[in-house]
């Protein structure tokens, strides 16, 4: 049992080291995965193709404000 319970200790120390690990040490988490950060700005007013969180943005509205489908060309929509 104490076996067990160390094995799962040494499993999440090591989950949480990867996550987490090159943060605490000072290093670029985004430049070692091939990530661009995302700023404050960008979360505040997204561009309308980029949907960075659940439902948008922070509104919540859960719509996108694209207009290439519209009322008028609806109809036109056809499954690929």
């Known amino acids: 049992?104490?076996?067990l319970r160390t094995?799962?200790?040494l499993l999440g120390a090591?989950?949480?080291w990867t996550m987490?690990?090159?943060a605490l040490a000072g290093q670029d988490i985004d430049s070692r995965a091939g990530y661009t950060a995302v700023t404050d700005e960008q979360l505040r007013n997204p561009?309308?193709?980029d949907w960075l969180m659940y439902r948008g943005a922070y509104d919540s509205?859960?719509?996108s404000p694209l207009?290439?489908?519209?009322?008028?060309n609806v109809g036109e929509l056809v499954p690929v």
């Not at 207009?67 to 008028?72: E, F, K, L, S, T």
């Open 47 to 49: 561009a309308p193709e």
């Open 1 to 3: 049992m104490q076996t």
């Open 14 to 16: 090591v989950g949480f």
């Open 67 to 72: 207009d290439q489908i519209a009322v008028d």
């Open 61 to 63: 509205w859960g719509y």
């Open 20 to 22: 987490f690990g090159p």
């Open 7 to 9: 094995l799962i200790l």
